[in-house]
C-alpha cells in the first residue's frame, strides 16, 4: 500500500519537473546544443530543424533508456543487498523467458525505430528539386575552393586561407576567404566535385557536409532561410594544409545576389571553370587521373585509374 502510494506521488513530481525543465531550456538547450539557430530569426535553412529534431529525439531515447537502466541496476543494488548475517548466495534462477524476450525485443524496437527515422529524414534532406532557381558548381581542390554560378555563367576562383602578417594577429587567418553567395529563400543546388584528392563540403550552421569523392559528383539541394554570414571549411583530412581549407558562405538578398553577380561579371570572370583544371598526376595520358578532365578531342573522362 505504501510503495503504491509512493508511485502516485513521485511520477506526477517527476513529470511536472521534467516539464519546468524544458520550458526554461534556451533556443541552444531546445536544439540540443547544435550551431545554425538563432533566437527570434528564422532556420539557417529549410532541413536544420529536421536534422536538430532527429538529434533531441535521438538523445532523448537514450536518456531514457539510459536512466531506466541506471535505475535497475541501482535499485537491484540496494533491495538485493546482502544483510548483516547473512552468508552464501542467493537464490540463483537459470532461466526467465518474460525477462529475456523483453531484454531482446525492446532493444530491437528501439533500434529499428531509430533506423527508420533516420532514413525517413535521410531521404527527405537527399532529394534533389526538379527546377532549382540557383545551381552552383563547388570545387574542392588542394587547399581552396572554386565556385562556378551555372545559371549566369560567371565564376569565382579561391586560395587557401593565409596566416595574418600582422604582428599583433599573429597566427590568426585573415578574413580573406572564397565566398559562396547565395539568395535567400531561393532553391538551390550545389554541385560537389573535386579537382584532386577527396574533400568534404561542411557549412557548420546549416548542420551538413557531404563528401567530394574523386571520380563522381554529388548534389546538395536546400533552401537558405536566414540572411546573414556562415563558416564553412572540408571535414575531410585532405593534406599538408587542410586546416587552412576554410571557405564562407554568404547568403543575400536577391538584389544583393545580383550585385554580386555584376561583380563577378566585370572582372573578367565569365565562363566555365569546369574540369580544365582538375589535377592530372599523369599528364602524358589523356583526362584527369581522379576527377574526370578533357582529352584532347575535348570529350570528358571520369577515369579514376587513369587509364
Known amino acids: 500500500m505504501r510503495s503504491t502510494r509512493r508511485r502516485v506521488i513521485l511520477v506526477p513530481l517527476l513529470a511536472a519537473g521534467i516539464v519546468a525543465a524544458l520550458s526554461g531550456c534556451s533556443t541552444l538547450e531546445m536544439h540540443g546544443y547544435l550551431p545554425g539557430f538563432v533566437a527570434g530569426q ?17 538523445w532523448i531515447t537514450l536518456l531514457g533508456v539510459g536512466v531506466i537502466t541506471w535505475g535497475i541496476i541501482i535499485w537491484f543494488a540496494i533491495v538485493y543487498r546482502r544483510r548483516r548475517g547473512q552468508t552464501g548466495l542467493p537464490v540463483q534462477l537459470r532461466y526467465n523467458m518474460p525477462i529475456e524476450i523483453f531484454y531482446t525485443v525492446v532493444p530491437l524496437i528501439l533500434v529499428l525505430g531509430l533506423f527508420a527515422f533516420t532514413a525517413k529524414d535521410q531521404s527527405a534532406i537527399e532529394a534533389r528539386f526538379a527546377h532549382p532557381d540557383v545551381t552552383i558548381d563547388a570545387y574542392g581542390k588542394q587547399w581552396a575552393w572554386d565556385f562556378a554560378y551555372q545559371n549566369e555563367d560567371v565564376y569565382e576562383q579561391g586560395v587557401q586561407a593565409q596566416l595574418s602578417s600582422d604582428p599583433s594577429n599573429a597566427g590568426k587567418v585573415e578574413t580573406k576567404l572564397p565566398t559562396l553567395y547565395l539568395p535567400v529563400d531561393k532553391k538551390v543546388e550545389i554541385q560537389l566535385r573535386t579537382r584532386d584528392v577527396n574533400h568534404s563540403f561542411w557549412v557548420i550552421d546549416f548542420l551538413y557536409k557531404k563528401d567530394m569523392i574523386a571520380g563522381q559528383t554529388n548534389y546538395w539541394d536546400f533552401i537558405p532561410q536566414r540572411i546573414g554570414t556562415f563558416e564553412g571549411k572540408c571535414a575531410e583530412l585532405c593534406g599538408e594544409y587542410h586546416s587552412r581549407m576554410l571557405f564562407q558562405v554568404k547568403v543575400v538578398s536577391e538584389n544583393d545576389y545580383e550585385a554580386h553577380i555584376a561583380a563577378l561579371r566585370a572582372e573578367g570572370n565569365v565562363g566555365s571553370i569546369g574540369l580544365q583544371y582538375d589535377k592530372d598526376d599523369n599528364a602524358s595520358a589523356p583526362g584527369s587521373q581522379n576527377s574526370g578532365g578533357i582529352d584532347q578531342n575535348g570529350d570528358t573522362s571520369t577515369s579514376v585509374s587513369g587509364n
Open 42 to 58: 528564422p532556420d539557417a535553412t529549410n532541413q536544420t530543424q529536421r536534422v536538430s529534431d532527429l538529434w533531441v529525439g535521438s
